[in-house]
């Protein structure tokens, strides 16, 4: 039995999207093992090294998830209505973001003796109005809630780009503001903080997508000049939040230039994935990369699962091990799970779309 359509690899499909999207889910489920197994009590102070690497993909790896869907924006607009649209950004965004934050925070709540998360009831209702509080899932919210914005004042309100980057730019400075002053507005927030990248997107689109420039985008000349603006970025960021001893310092006090160093870390990014595109190499990372949704939203279950196993069950206390197995199996088995569920008919724990029959139509890829 195959595990994945084979039709995930197929030269239709424009494979850097693929590899972009693979390589922001690993940063991010990173960030997340990372933090879960310091939340268990484990020393990690002798492993500076793998704190200073959750800081550094802490820079650029949110932006680069909104950049990339407003790329899309417009071709997704070219063969939808805007009704169908929203419904599609219902369907693949807020469904699963509602069904899995309640799936998670249940099975937290009847497994507090064994979890690091402490939940209650309240919880439920942070699904809405404060999303961060109930870990990863505050990204799905996100996203629907700026692509819905944004269809509606692109398409109903006719905003053309150069308002929409004014609007996404104040609307990013506002949110250091409230940042700064410790005003939490919820959801809002994340709308005010990301619009900007959408837009951006949005803006780059036409020259992205755009295959006869594919072959700039993967030149090792580009990624020579590229390569040192990223380290200095990284390397700024890095030691500016350990001197004030806050992984948000940067992008909360400095925010103009936490956008460049998130833009220069996004560019760079794009340009090892048509890199990889190039030379069609490091295939599993597509496939990764074709899963991400359904990896994001069940991989903190997998991992949490996976840590308290090897530490319960084996006694395994190296945090590096648990790191590098979970991470693994957080990637591994939600990709199971999807492709299992697809073929036992159980599609609509991703999706209120049915897929088309034999296909994989689920995933919101280049449409």
């Given at each position: ?121 309240a919880d439920y209702g942070y699904i809405f109005l404060f ?237």
């Open positions: 039995m195959k595990l994945f359509n084979s039709d995930i690899l197929s030269n239709n499909r424009m494979a850097w999207i693929d590899y972009a999207r693979g390589i922001a889910i690993i940063l991010v489920l990173y960030r997340h093992i990372f933090e879960g197994i310091s939340r268990t009590g484990i020393s990690t102070t002798e492993y500076a090294w793998l704190e200073n690497a959750n800081i550094v993909f802490y820079s650029f790896r949110m932006p680069l998830f909104f950049i990339l869907s407003g790329v899309f924006i417009g071709r997704s607009l070219a063969k939808r209505t805007v009704s169908k649209l929203l419904f599609n950004k219902f369907s693949t965004l807020l469904y699963p973001y509602l069904l899995w934050s309640v799936l998670q925070i249940s099975l937290q709540i009847c497994l507090s003796r064994y979890v690091n998360a402490d939940r209650s009831l999303p961060r509080r109930i870990d990863q899932f505050w990204y799905l919210y996100a996203l629907f809630n700026v692509s819905v914005l944004y269809i509606f004042t692109r398409q109903l309100l006719k905003m053309p780009i150069w308002q929409q980057l004014i609007a996404g730019a104040v609307l990013y400075i506002l949110s250091s503001y409230v940042s700064i002053k410790h005003i939490d507005l919820g959801f809002v927030y994340d709308i005010m903080h990301y619009y900007i990248f959408f837009a951006l997107g949005d803006l780059l689109s036409s020259r992205i997508l755009d295959k006869e420039n594919f072959r700039h985008y993967a030149s090792w000349k580009t990624f020579g000049w590229m390569l040192p603006f990223f380290m200095v970025g990284q390397y700024y960021f890095l030691t500016k939040d350990l001197q004030m001893n806050d992984n948000m310092y940067v992008e909360t006090y400095q925010p103009i230039l936490f956008a460049l160093i998130a833009l220069t870390g996004c560019a760079f990014m794009y340009n090892i994935s048509f890199i990889l595109q190039r030379y069609n190499t490091i295939k599993w990372l597509r496939i990764v990369g074709f899963h991400s949704l359904y990896i994001y939203v069940s991989h903190v279950l997998v991992a949490s699962a996976t840590r308290m196993v090897l530490m319960k069950g084996f006694g395994i206390t190296s945090v590096p091990l648990l790191l590098v197995i979970c991470l693994v199996m957080a990637v591994i088995v939600p990709i199971i799970i999807y492709n299992l569920a697809i073929r036992a008919g159980a599609w609509w724990l991703y999706s209120l779309d049915r897929p088309a029959a034999g296909k994989e139509k689920l995933q919101v890829q280049q449409s």
